[in-house]
């Protein structure tokens, strides 16, 4: 449909119209604009949709494809046009007509000065009864293609043969803008803390000797595995974190060839292990090269260099994958023991634990020896490292060192090996031989009521308790003494009778004679030791002493014993015990009497008379002491 002529408010919003081609970037510029489609200013081929306050996003293409662009340059930048107020319409109609005619001159449209690179905008079309104008028509500048103002109800078309101008959408809230917005930051927050926390960092650089390394992952992984068999196998511990890295010293060493190179050891930790260094937590595993091929194809160790960790802070810990070591232990502790196998008993060391005394007396004798608790008391572990062990499950570790006793025949030797530990007066268990700085250690139920290390030997069956360190109730007393015998010169004086006159060594004859009594020794056992009748005590609590009793008397030239019925001794706080004569030989005399086991002191006394044979002769004689004589004695206790 052709345009009808312009009234001077449709010459008004020719001018308005005529701004679509003009580009201006600032809005406070712009403001003085009404709502209307105008040069986008960040595309020159769009038209942008001004809202008379703001841009809004609605675009649509400058130039219709149709029509031909105008080849004549543009003309010099003109001042902006002060922009009219819109007209109200009165009735909807194709043109718009005053009630005062005005005049039908068309008002020269104000071209804008496109940006660079943008297209020339169309001419724009002829009013009602203005003729076209000639491309080559001599012009200030060729206008921007600009649509014909109508009613604000009524958008004309953007030239003949193309869609009309549409309102843009009705302006709305911002909310769904704010909840898009908040929601790209929250997707940009999940994957910065992707990258953070999951993305592996960047693969680090890995050479040996300058060269890179064959299937580096492999050969940690590799590593690795070993790395586990040795934790298990020595009962130590490791964590989520613990891995294998390759080792860059901090200093690098003069014969590197790279910064990157690596040292001849893994280190693969932290680990930790019995009684170890929480300081020093990573295992050294050997790098072995093989070939002379690029890359290098290292094989580690199966086994650490040692068995003691070191420290890793002299050098640089580092993995193909880029991980990193953890901070110290990674939160590992040393672990404790594991538990010993139940009723176990094993010859050991029991690190840092301390094992009491035992107390005075905790031994017991035998016939060749005998065995002497030093040390004695429960434990809680025992052994150091890889070799150390709790208590099992329901049970209680007992430890307890030995030493020698002294046996029957005067002997000190340690008879541990040849004992047994019983529970509960059971079946004993065969005791280990420990070594120089070693305990036995027993594990027995924790409900035992008895523990007891038994010893038997040529029908000798005697106990200690390691539960309380005292005797058996059976064993022989006087073998669980140390101290069994007594050397102290005394002497005294008596004076014999003889009935008849009996003649003397000299030649002399009489019915008595002064003599000088000396005693020597005495010793105590549970049997007679010496090349004599063999004697054993009567019972477990008693015992045999020997004494070592002679005289010389005034007229004899020798040294002779008593007959044993002149002889007695009584223990303090004792009965009497009349002495023995146990030699094999005629005319000898070797006393001994029973006594109490567990005798320290008693007194020897000389009294009595007894018949004697005549020397060759068949007839005898009565001999006699003729005040009685006492000599006191004593054995030290223990």
Known sequence: MLQEPLSSIDRKHATIASLVGHHIANPQEFAMYPAGWFADPQDPNMLRYYDGQTWTEHRRPATPASSPAPSAAPAAPQQPVEPAQPAQPAQPQWGYQNSQPESTTVLPVVAAQPPQGAQPARPVQPGWGQPAQSPQAAQPAPAAWQPTATPSWQQPPIAPGYPPQYPPPARRRNRPLIFGLLAVVVVGLLVGAYFVFFKSPAAPTITYQGVKIKDASAVLKKAEQNLEA??????????????????????????????????????????????GDASRQYLKFALTRSGTGEPVTLTAATSPLTDTPVSADEVKLQRPDGKDAPSGTGGLKVPNPPAAAADSIAATEVGPITVPAAPKGALLGSWSGGITLTNLGPVTRYGTGDAARSAPSGQKLIAFTTKGALGNDGTSTDLTSSAKVSIDGGAGRAVPNPGSGEFVVVAVPSSAGAVDLVLSERGLRQSISLLTGKPGANNVVVLARQNRETRKLAQARAVFTFSPSVIFSDGSTGTSEPAVVTFRVADISYRNIDLTKTVTASSHQKAIMHVSLTYVGAHDSGTFG????????TPTGGLPSHARNLSLTTGRIFNVFEVPGNVTSGVLTLAGSINQPFQGSTGSYRFGIQTPVQIPISIPAG
């Open 230 to 275: 040795v934790v298990a196998k020595r009962h130590g511990t490791k964590g989520g974190d613990t891995r294998c890295y390759y080792a860059v010293p901090k200093a690098e060493p003069a014969a590197a060839k790279k910064g990157t190179d690596i040292d001849s050891n893994l280190r693969c930790g932290p680990v930790l292990f019995v009684d």
């Open 562 to 569: 008593f007959p044993s019925g002149l002889v007695t001794f």
